[in-house]
């Protein structure tokens, strides 16, 4: 980092810090733990969704201090949604705050806590949403609570967008960039979902500030395997369950190259500097194919970083039959593929197409997204590792292309910087949890984001006293 930057992010630090040490944290990590208990209780399991009565829950907490908000239908459905608030900057420019407010289904009674329950056991907040995103819309909610309390100047207009439907296709968010374009007309960055802090990732201990600058496109697929249909009393050699069960033996079996991205390069170039050799020279070139090739188990042993390197395909589902005793003349199988930079879904089912090698299995294509990236930002980076190094010390920032979907796409396509970054700290099976089973986030480490996120915001807007009349650039 140049030393211009570093000066620049020294300056807006100091502005964070002095407001940051005249508010009682206790109280403010006690409210958001509250806060995300409420938001919690509020089942917008998608489908449906019906995040309208989430989206007024951290409306009236917004309204009741002060703050400008409105509702919006970008569905154009009453039941579902979206909130915006704003607090006020000096420069035209705009840092946008988002979340999504509906969830990934949950089964009550596969969890030891019911999902919708948010209840606190043993240090941690159980609840469908903990991870995914109602704990960052809450950082985000306190944030601007706390800046409005502290009347703050800011340079950057801050606004807060809570969306609906990013888990069934990211509607809401197409719709209000669609329907709302000028409350995106001037945004500087956005900070989203898709970063989070690791815990015990290389070594025990270590802890690693991941920060989303890039994320895999989708190729969702349905296989469709047909056959001849009898009496189940006659077998027939042209079984659509045969046929499929060998198709998807064929597609597991198959392994896609490796092709890390620019965004997993930079990363691995962080993570190399904390590993001995030979793991550090396998993590600094794991774009070679010679490498690949002679260190290809320890590249690919940890799914996390698995998924990193490649395009994947995941197995999700066959369906097909409806009695004992009846041959089904069809079949069917889902594949979740998710295509790295550089990649694309229709070349995937092409290359599937040749995996199974079967005219009796079609191959469908049905939904897309291409792999999007913003470019690394080194002042935001460097504003985020200053932060973070203050509260924990010794820990790393890195950039990480996410495996899975953000709406973060919808804005890099129109040409909008956005990044993921939810600075709680979470172990390896913790994070696991997002989307399934007990999903949970520790209590005392969503205590301390509140303050770290509340911090990075107030260095990217500008703000602290004498903001508006201060010269200096906000990264």
């Known amino acids: 980092m140049g030393k211009v930057w570093q000066s620049a992010v020294v300056i807006l630090l100091c502005a964070a810090t002095a407001g940051a040490d005249s508010i009682d944290w206790k109280a403010a990590g006690d409210e958001a733990v509250e806060k995300l208990r409420a938001y919690i209780r509020v089942d917008t399991t998608n489908p449906p969704g019906h995040e309208t009565p989430a989206a007024e829950l951290l409306r009236g907490w917004l309204q009741r201090d002060g703050i400008e908000t409105e509702l919006y239908e970008p569905l154009r459905d009453p039941a579902r949604k979206a909130l915006v608030a704003r607090l006020?900057?000096?420069?035209?420019?705009?840092?946008?705050?988002?979340?999504?407010?509906?969830?990934?289904?949950?089964?009550?009674?596969?969890?030891?806590?019911?999902?919708?329950?948010?209840?606190?056991?043993?240090?941690?907040?159980?609840?469908?949403?903990?991870?995914?995103?109602?704990?960052?819309?809450?950082?985000?909610?306190?944030?601007?609570?706390?800046?409005?309390?502290?009347?703050?100047?800011?340079?950057?207009?801050?606004?807060?967008?809570?969306?609906?439907?990013?888990?069934?296709?990211?509607?809401?968010?197409?719709?209000?960039?669609?329907?709302?374009?000028?409350?995106?007309?001037?945004?500087?960055?956005?900070?989203?979902?898709?970063?989070?802090?690791t815990i015990g990732l290389l070594k025990e201990g270590q802890v690693i500030f991941f920060v989303q600058t890039a994320e895999?496109?989708?190729?969702?697929?349905?296989?469709?395997?047909?056959?001849?249909?009898?009496?189940?009393?006659?077998?027939?050699?042209?079984?659509?369950?045969?046929t499929m069960a060998r198709a998807l033996d064929r597609v597991a079996a198959y392994q896609t190259p490796l092709r890390p991205s620019q965004s997993v390069m930079a990363l691995f170039d962080t993570l190399a500097n904390q590993l001995p050799f030979p793991g550090s020279f396998v993590m600094r070139h794991a774009d070679n194919t010679v490498v690949q090739s002679v260190f290809r188990k320890q590249l690919t042993e940890r799914p996390l970083i698995n998924a990193m390197l490649r395009t994947t395909i995941a197995l999700t589902g066959v369906h097909g039959g409806f009695k004992t005793n009846v041959i089904p003349s069809e079949?069917?199988?889902?594949?979740?593929?998710?295509?790295?930079?550089?990649?694309?879904?229709?070349?995937?089912?092409?290359?599937?197409?040749?995996?199974?090698?079967?005219?009796?299995?079609?191959?469908?294509?049905?939904?897309?997204?291409?792999?999007?990236?913003?470019?690394?930002?080194?002042?935001?980076?460097?504003?985020?590792g200053a932060v973070t190094s203050r509260h924990v010390p010794g820990s790393l920032v890195a950039p990480v292309m996410s495996s899975g979907g953000t709406d973060s796409a919808f804005l890099r396509e129109r040409g909008i910087r956005a990044y993921g970054y939810t600075p709680i700290v979470l172990t390896e099976a913790e994070l696991a949890t997002m989307h399934g089973i007990d999903e949970r986030v520790p209590v005392d480490r969503f205590r301390a984001a509140v303050q770290m996120y509340y911090e990075v915001v107030v260095a990217l807007a500008g703000g602290g006293a004498g903001a508006e009349g201060r010269t200096e650039e906000a990264p």
Request: charged letters at 20%; a negative charge; one cysteine or more.
């Open 88 to 197: 006020p900057g000096t420069s035209g420019q705009t840092i946008v705050l988002m979340s999504h407010s509906d969830v990934v289904g949950a089964v009550p009674q596969e969890w030891q806590h019911a999902p919708f329950a948010a209840e606190v056991a043993d240090g941690l907040l159980y609840g469908r949403g903990t991870l995914d995103t109602k704990d960052l819309g809450i950082l985000q909610v306190m944030t601007l609570l706390l800046l409005h309390r502290q009347h703050h100047a800011l340079r950057h207009e801050i606004l807060l967008l809570v969306e609906p439907d990013e888990e069934a296709g990211g509607a809401g968010m197409q719709g209000m960039l669609e329907q709302h374009p000028e409350l995106f007309r001037n945004v500087r960055l956005a900070l989203n979902e898709g970063g989070s802090g």
């Open 216 to 242: 895999k496109g989708v190729a969702w697929m349905k296989l469709r395997a047909r056959g001849d249909t009898g009496h189940g009393s006659v077998p027939l050699p042209n079984n659509a369950v045969a």
């Open 331 to 384: 079949v069917e199988a889902t594949l979740d593929c998710r295509v790295t930079v550089g990649d694309s879904a229709e070349a995937l089912r092409s290359v599937l197409i040749g995996v199974i090698n079967d005219p009796r299995v079609e191959v469908e294509l049905t939904s897309t997204g291409v792999p999007n990236e913003s470019p690394i930002d080194e002042p935001l980076m460097a504003t985020i």
